[in-house]
């Protein structure tokens, strides 16, 4: 049975939302798989008796310190050791778990899940990707969304090289495509770096590792052309945090406008409530949480890191993310297709 | 009297739509400065007799040549000496006009502009800017917007001090706020080229140059926080093109709601009317037209640029902009401020 590591004290709702969402993903499962919660057990012990766990594969695992939102990861890692971040991912490195699950401090965790578990063979640096909408089917992924800056060409070509293992084993996607993100479409365009990248990426392509389909633009991302869009970590994490700032943005564009019809009599009540559920629905295509989470990508070893906002049912996908990765050993195919270089 | 060079046979609209903005500009302001409409004549001409431009301040200069969307930049300069782009520019050089406004090929006008006018002294990168809305009142200013990859800081730290000369000299903007996009608010976040920049740009602060507010994050762009926003022309010409795209991608969206509501009856015709009202008024503030267009900063002598797209209202405001730019001494004051390093 497989083994899954749960940070108990990870994420602005934690523990509760995490205890929650563990109760939630045993239950709806069926004890599909053992879930080991690590935190501190004054914190979790008085949540969890709140729920009927008897009956499901939960253990719980005592870990007295806490990496917090404001630690320093390269510090927290070395001076946490008894953290609930440190401890899952050592069980990870002892093979007592499968994988570990966290939404605590993205930053933290990259670096524990680096010291810990290393890297993968063959890859030079590991990445973190994200989801966004587009018109039609499915989602696209972002790659790297601001673990690595500065970035050679071979890193963004081995990015689109993991992410494409990840979403044809991890996502079911037979045949991903990847645009790399430029300031124009035509072969030549950009930086040296993207210039370099290209070829590569054109290189990847001919020998089937991976899809690739060109030179992308900002405005190609949510038409969804490509199913991976490779780009610098400064880029990623900037098109993330903008994407994730639009509802609040255009929420407050609209309340003042229904205020003011409301005000007018040109809309009633009623009218105000049916617009405000079809703005809800119009925005659920950027709601980052019910994505649950990703995998670090690279990393020797499972290591799931969720937003710090993540909800109870964005552990449960989590979670079941993580037994994804295992049973699909997408892992193994990236240690396959690296070092087949 | 100002005299105002204005490309014909720039943008998809043109030439009808450059005339129909050219005389709009010089009816509404009472022949307030003089236009030289520079073009094709038997494409132009036809469509100038439409109009009474009898009683305007207008000449009209023929050009036999016409630089298209698809020419290259660096090409289009040399070989098209006969074009609008070309022959409107050597205008400005040879002091017969004061400004030059043009809604064509970006890249080429830009390449043009540096090639015919230079650089103003002291200026070691041109660069241009982009227009972005905020939550309450003003605009966010986003620079560099594609002219320039892998800036070096010192680029960086120029691209702020001529946008803050243009904000408060041009825009009216007694207090610009600078803020350098990165990965993270803290002082040392980013790539080594971010962290130098973060140093030079707090020492041009101290100097009373520019106002730095430090580190800004992608989700701070439209909370406005700060009026500039500087950072790698990749990242400037991603944020933007995504920008533009989120209007289409939520009216999908929208559309594929309202019409599931109005065939359940549960929406009729006139709130479908009003609800579609509403988000249009949405997505005004990211509507890129009403802004005209933008100058190159760090031009010796004043290029404005237009989208594309431009409508004739567009091209009014590029025509009152440059008037705005050549009276309100934007360029002497940007090389005043640039040579007293």
């Given at each position: 049975m497989l083994t899954i590591a749960v940070d108990a004290m990870g994420g602005d709702n934690a523990p509760a939302c995490v205890i929650e969402g563990t109760v939630q993903a045993l239950q709806e499962s069926g004890n599909r798989f053992e879930i080991v919660l690590i935190g501190q057990s004054d914190k979790v012990e008085p949540l969890l008796a709140q729920h009927d766990v008897s009956s499901l594969n939960l253990r719980f695992l005592h870990a007295p310190e806490v990496v917090t939102m404001e630690d320093v990861p390269a510090i927290a890692v070395k001076t946490k050791q008894q953290s609930s971040l440190v401890k899952g991912l050592q069980l990870c490195k002892a093979k007592k778990a499968h994988a570990f699950v966290s939404a605590g401090n993205t930053g933290a965790q990259m670096a524990a899940s680096l010291f810990i578990l290393g890297r993968i063979p063959g890859v030079l640096r590991p990445t973190i990707y994200a989801y966004f909408p587009r018109l039609g089917e499915g989602l696209t992924n972002i790659v790297d969304v601001g673990a690595n800056m500065d970035c050679k060409p071979e890193n963004l070509v081995q990015f689109a090289e993991m992410l494409t293992i990840y979403q044809r084993?991890?996502?079911?996607?037979?045949k991903p495509l990847t645009g790399l993100l430029n300031i124009g479409e035509e072969e030549g365009k950009g930086s040296e770096t993207l210039k370099q990248a290209y070829k590569l990426l054109k290189n990847a392509h001919d020998k089937g590792k991976i899809d690739f389909i060109g030179n992308i633009e900002g405005h190609d991302i949510l038409k969804g052309h490509a199913t991976i869009v490779v780009c610098d970590g400064l880029v990623g994490n900037t098109i993330l945090k903008f994407g994730e700032s639009i509802p609040q943005f255009l929420g407050t564009q609209l309340k003042q406008s229904m205020e003011k019809l409301l005000a007018s009599g040109q809309m009633d009540q009623s009218a105000a409530k049916i617009t405000s559920g079809m703005f809800k629905d119009m925005f659920e295509p950027f709601d980052v949480e019910k994505f649950g989470g990703v995998p670090f990508l690279g990393v020797d070893g499972i290591s799931i890191v969720g937003h710090g906002r993540s909800t109870s049912r964005a552990i449960k996908n989590m979670i079941y993310m993580a037994e994804h990765m295992i049973e699909k050993r997408v892992n193994e195919h990236i240690a396959e297709v690296l070092t087949e270089e």
């Open positions: 084993y991890g996502a079911g996607i037979e």
